[in-house]
């Protein structure tokens, strides 16, 4: 069975690596992680669906004949992040197996605590087309059980003799058994004046469980996932099926179709549905790039330069002619990190430039016109522009009191570059391109 389950995680890895392709430039801000920022990190998922058992009294390799035993399954998840989370798992099932004239049946109760790993946010960088998942988890647990060994045909519950009575010495792991105690795990194995008594019960027998599994599940929407998963629960004793004779410790497999809840906020996406902020490895290679400090300077230094015409603008009401008072136009312009549409502090100084110019001339009307950097396609840059846009437009309005009615917005995308990065390669600047210009519209 493990050899089974390590075939299926190479099917499904390759299989669905043709299928993971998806358009990180046309992402919406929802989609992407970005570690400051909240999502939904707790679900809640029911399952049901058979529990095969690979022990000692078995007749079958792989699959039952008959007898098939179904079990339901509760998993309570929290995500860490995208692509880990921990998870509490209660299973219980009916046990059934039969070998020659003998078979065992009783019932168990099993709760671990798991690690799963999302497999394609590990190696593809988020879900699958946006409506798939695929994890691997491994745990650890303990397993309660109850079981009998009886006699095919009769029921008859079958003693230390029935077995190994022509065995010369019991087996090691029976060594403390007399020969008429009945096989049996959870109830009472001696002193009954019948063959057949209604069986005592006792404290369940419990055993290490460690469970292996794997997992794909498809996004409905923000609230529920559809999943089918499968996992093989390795015991760590061979006492099971009440023989404990074999080579193995017994293990069993339980496959459920799922129905998961996920819960939080309804405007807000389940952690584990969101893609790699790609921009978190652009701002480390950044710390260790040179030509890149280089470029943080002088983004600071076109912060302050913006910040001096701001000044310079505002002192010419004074100090300059009629002449030049009437003419000059007014303009300034903010800057933006790689595909953030968030006006920085530094950014704010300007824009209160802005708004005491729009104070003090209540008849100027603005034109605000977004931009970005040529990576990314035109549709995703537009939409950026547009949200830097707005953005610039919100600071003025709900910080500084502006009337929105003074504003025209203009999302340009990528289109008129300031800075040519292909063309001027390998001195051109995506800075400069992704800004918001500010300036007068002339009546």
Same mark, same amino acid.
């Given at each position: 069975?493990? +050899?089974?389950? $390590?075939?299926?995680?190479?099917?499904?890895?390759?299989?669905?690596?043709?299928?993971?392709?998806?358009?990180?430039?046309?992402?919406?801000?929802?989609?992407?992680?970005?570690?400051?920022?909240?999502?939904?990190?707790?679900?809640?998922?029911?399952?049901?669906?058979?529990?095969?058992? @690979?022990?000692?009294?078995?007749?079958?390799?792989?699959?039952?004949?008959?007898?098939?035993?179904?079990?339901?399954?509760?998993?309570?998840?929290?995500?860490?992040?995208?692509?880990?989370? $921990?998870? =509490? *798992?209660?299973?219980?099932?009916?046990?059934?197996?039969?070998?020659?004239?003998?078979?065992?049946?009783?019932?168990?109760?099993?709760?671990? $605590?798991?690690?799963?790993?999302?497999?394609?946010?590990?190696?593809?960088? =988020?879900?699958?087309?946006?409506?798939?998942?695929?994890?691997?988890?491994?745990?650890?647990?303990?397993?309660?059980?109850?079981?009998?060994?009886?006699?095919?045909?009769?029921?008859?519950?079958?003693?230390?003799?029935?077995?190994?009575?022509?065995?010369?010495?019991?087996?090691?792991? @029976?060594?403390?058994?007399?020969?008429?105690?009945?096989?049996?795990?959870?109830?009472?194995?001696?002193?009954?004046?019948?063959?057949?008594?209604?069986?005592?019960?006792?404290?369940?027998? /419990?055993?290490?469980?460690?469970?292996? #599994?794997?997992?794909?599940?498809?996004?409905?929407? %923000?609230?529920?996932?559809?999943?089918?998963?499968?996992?093989?629960?390795?015991?760590?004793?061979?006492?099971?099926?009440?023989?404990?004779?074999?080579?193995?410790?017994?293990?069993?497999? &339980?496959?459920?179709?799922?129905?998961?809840? %996920?819960?939080?906020? %309804?405007?807000?996406? &389940?952690? /584990?549905?969101?893609?790699?902020?790609?921009?978190?490895?652009?701002?480390?290679?950044?710390?260790?790039?040179?030509?890149?400090?280089? $470029?943080?300077?002088?983004?600071?230094?076109?912060?302050?330069?913006?910040?001096?015409?701001?000044?310079?603008? =505002?002192?010419?009401?004074?100090?300059?002619?009629?002449?030049?008072?009437?003419?000059?136009?007014? /303009?300034?312009?903010?800057?933006?990190?790689?595909?953030?549409?968030?006006?920085?502090?530094?950014? &704010? +100084?300007?824009?209160? #430039?802005?708004?005491?110019?729009?104070? *003090?001339?209540?008849?100027?009307?603005?034109?605000?016109?977004? @931009?970005?950097?040529?990576?990314?396609?035109?549709?995703?840059?537009?939409?950026?522009?547009?949200?830097?846009?707005?953005?610039?437009?919100?600071?003025?309005?709900?910080?500084? =009191?502006?009337?929105?009615?003074?504003?025209?917005?203009?999302?340009?995308? %990528?289109?008129?570059?300031?800075?040519?990065?292909?063309?001027?390669?390998?001195?051109?600047?995506?800075?400069?391109?992704?800004?918001?210009?500010?300036?007068?519209?002339?009546?």
């Amino acid at each position: 069975m493990k +050899r089974a389950l $390590l075939s299926l995680f190479l099917i499904l890895t390759g299989f669905l690596a043709t299928f993971a392709q998806i358009d990180f430039g046309n992402l919406e801000e929802e989609q992407i992680y970005r570690p400051d920022s909240t999502y939904n990190t707790w679900s809640i998922s029911v399952g049901y669906g058979p529990v095969i058992y @690979y022990t000692d009294v078995i007749d079958y390799t792989l699959f039952p004949s008959s007898q098939l035993k179904l079990g339901p399954s509760v998993q309570i998840s929290k995500q860490l992040g995208r692509s880990w989370a $921990l998870e =509490g *798992e209660f299973i219980m099932a009916d046990m059934y197996g039969q070998k020659y004239n003998r078979y065992f049946e009783g019932d168990f109760r099993e709760a671990s $605590l798991n690690v799963k790993a999302y497999i394609n946010q590990l190696i593809f960088n =988020g879900p699958l087309r946006d409506r798939w998942n695929i994890y691997a988890k491994i745990g650890l647990g303990v397993n309660y059980f109850r079981a009998t060994m009886r006699e095919q045909g009769t029921d008859r519950l079958l003693t230390m003799d029935d077995i190994f009575g022509g065995v010369s010495g019991y087996p090691t792991s @029976y060594s403390d058994w007399d020969p008429d105690d009945f096989l049996v795990m959870g109830y009472e194995r001696n002193g009954y004046a019948s063959a057949d008594p209604d069986l005592e019960e006792i404290a369940r027998e /419990s055993g290490l469980v460690v469970p292996i #599994g794997l997992g794909v599940r498809y996004r409905v929407n %923000k609230s529920f996932d559809i999943g089918v998963e499968t996992a093989l629960h390795n015991m760590v004793a061979d006492n099971m099926d009440v023989d404990m004779t074999g080579a193995d410790n017994d293990s069993y497999m &339980h496959a459920a179709l799922s129905l998961t809840y %996920k819960f939080g906020k %309804k405007d807000k996406r &389940h952690a /584990s549905w969101t893609y790699k902020d790609f921009n978190l490895s652009y701002e480390r290679d950044r710390m260790r790039d040179p030509l890149a400090q280089k $470029l943080d300077s002088l983004r600071a230094e076109l912060d302050q330069l913006a910040a001096l015409n701001d000044s310079a603008v =505002g002192d010419t009401t004074y100090i300059s002619q009629d002449k030049t008072i009437r003419n000059e136009l007014f /303009s300034a312009s903010v800057f933006f990190d790689f595909d953030k549409s968030e006006v920085t502090a530094r950014s &704010h +100084r300007t824009l209160a #430039g802005v708004a005491r110019y729009m104070t *003090e001339h209540p008849e100027v009307v603005i034109k605000i016109q977004g @931009y970005t950097d040529d990576r990314g396609s035109y549709e995703y840059n537009e939409k950026l522009s547009e949200r830097r846009c707005l953005a610039v437009k919100d600071v003025l309005v709900k910080d500084y =009191g502006v009337d929105a009615s003074r504003f025209v917005t203009e999302p340009k995308g %990528k289109v008129e570059l300031l800075s040519d990065t292909r063309k001027l390669a390998p001195r051109g600047v995506h800075l400069v391109n992704r800004r918001v210009d500010i300036f007068q519209v002339t009546k």
